[in-house]
C-alpha cells in the first residue's frame, strides 16, 4: 500500500513563494519517477512537473518553466515542488503522483499520461492573492 501525502500549500501574495512536498508512507518510490499536477474545479488536471527517480531529470510545464523547480530527496522519500513567482493563474489544489516507471523519454514532449501514474496523494492548497 502506497499513500502519498503532500504539504506545504496555503496562502501566499502574488510574486511570493511556497514548497510543496510529498512524502510517501509505506513503500518508499525511490525507483520512480514523480509528478505534479494541478487542478482547479470544473477544470481538467494540469500537468505541472515530472522529475526522474534520481533527481536527473525533470520537465515542467510551460506555463511554470522558469519559476518552478522540482527536486527529491531520496534518503528522505520526499519530492519537492518549489514554486516561485507564483501568480493568481497558480493558484490550484496541487496534487503528487508516483509514476510506473523511473523515467519517461517521452515526457520532453508530452506529459505523463494517466495510465503511467499509479498512486495519488489526496492534493494540497495553493491560494495567490493579488
Known amino acids: 500500500q502506497v499513500q502519498l501525502v503532500e504539504s506545504g500549500g496555503g496562502l501566499v501574495q502574488a510574486g511570493g513563494s511556497l514548497r510543496l512536498s510529498c512524502t510517501s508512507s509505506g513503500r518508499s518510490f525511490s525507483g520512480n519517477a514523480m509528478a505534479w499536477f494541478r487542478q482547479n474545479p470544473g477544470k481538467e488536471r494540469e500537468f505541472v512537473a515530472v522529475?526522474?527517480?534520481?533527481?536527473?531529470?525533470?520537465v515542467h510545464a510551460d506555463s511554470v518553466k522558469g519559476r518552478f523547480t522540482s527536486s527529491r530527496d531520496s534518503a528522505a522519500n520526499t519530492v519537492y515542488l518549489q514554486m516561485n513567482s507564483l501568480k493568481s493563474e497558480d493558484a490550484a489544489v496541487y496534487y503528487c503522483?508516483?509514476?510506473?516507471?523511473?523515467?519517461?523519454?517521452?515526457?520532453?514532449?508530452?506529459?505523463?499520461?494517466?495510465?503511467?501514474?499509479?498512486?495519488w496523494g489526496q492534493g494540497t492548497q495553493v491560494t495567490v492573492s493579488s
Open positions: 522529475i526522474s527517480w534520481n533527481g536527473v531529470s525533470a
Open positions: 503522483a508516483r509514476c510506473r516507471t523511473p523515467w519517461q523519454s517521452t515526457w520532453g514532449r508530452y506529459a505523463p499520461a494517466q495510465g503511467e501514474l499509479e498512486y
